[in-house]
């Protein structure tokens, strides 16, 4: 069984509506991620939580909010969406690990959902 | 905010031949990773590197953190079809606490 799930891997979708993607992990991490991809181009990050009391906004989270409902479990719901959040989305999961006096994290991703607002 | 340069944007090689990318930054990072994304999937991690000078190796894959911690490169050898695909590199700055991500290497295998 895949240790980071997406549901779900695809939805198309009217402008306007609410659309919520949900994420759920067996790592056992306490961090997750949620990133937009758009054709061509890189990861954006949306959202973060580093625990289920944690939210953080990242680099483009206007028109988007979210929810961590338990350690395995992060969603990401669009309020009303429009069409240019039509894209790739993914969320991702870490462990802080030690370093050399220092965290460092290795993110683990899910399979993506493919959301497509007409 | 930070930013990692990564190149080539694409590339298109014969089956067979070498490959290297890599992605600089005028930030000092502490972790760099290599990512590979096939159509429609998620990123996989290829390969983590925490140490300054690690040279790291999976499978045909090599990878090697800068010295100067402000670069990282993948070499892949002798490529084969399932190769194909778009590869990431992502670096955490030193005192940061999270990912930047390489704009993407598309990778194109003629057989």
């Known amino acids: 069984d895949a240790d980071v799930t997406q549901t779900p891997r695809n939805r198309i979708t009217k402008t306007g509506k609410r659309i919520m993607l949900e994420c759920s992990q067996t790592?056992?991490?306490?961090?997750m991620y949620w990133y937009r991809q758009d054709p061509g181009l890189g990861l954006q990050l949306i959202y973060y939580?580093?625990?289920?009391?944690?939210?953080n906004k990242g680099e483009i989270s206007d028109g988007y909010s979210v929810s961590r409902q338990a350690q395995a479990k992060f969603s990401l719901s669009l309020e009303s969406a429009i069409p240019n959040q039509t894209a790739l989305y993914f969320c991702?999961?870490?462990?802080?690990?030690?370093?050399?006096?220092?965290?460092?994290?290795?993110?683990?991703f899910g399979p993506g959902t493919r959301l497509t607002v007409l | 905010g930070q930013q990692l340069n990564q190149s080539p944007q694409s590339m298109f090689i014969q089956e067979g031949e070498d490959v290297s990318m890599n992605c600089t930054s005028s930030?000092?990072?502490?972790?760099w990773l290599w990512y590979k994304q096939d159509p429609g999937e998620g990123p996989v991690l290829l390969i983590a590197?925490?140490?300054?000078?690690e040279l790291t190796s999976n499978g045909r894959l090599t990878a090697q953190f800068g010295i100067t911690r402000k670069d990282s490169f993948l070499n892949i050898s002798a490529s084969i079809p399932s190769d194909v695909g778009i590869y990431f590199c992502?670096?955490?700055?030193?005192?940061?606490?999270?990912?930047?991500f390489g704009q993407g290497t598309r990778l194109t295998i003629n057989p």
């Open positions: 991702a999961t870490s462990d802080p690990r030690p370093g050399t006096g220092e965290t460092t994290d290795t993110q683990y």
């Open positions: 790592k056992g991490h306490d961090r």
């Open positions: 939580s580093f625990d289920v009391k944690d939210i």
């Open positions: 930030s000092i990072f502490n972790t």
């Open positions: 590197l925490y140490k300054a000078g």
């Open positions: 992502a670096g955490q700055v030193k005192g940061a606490q999270k990912l930047v």
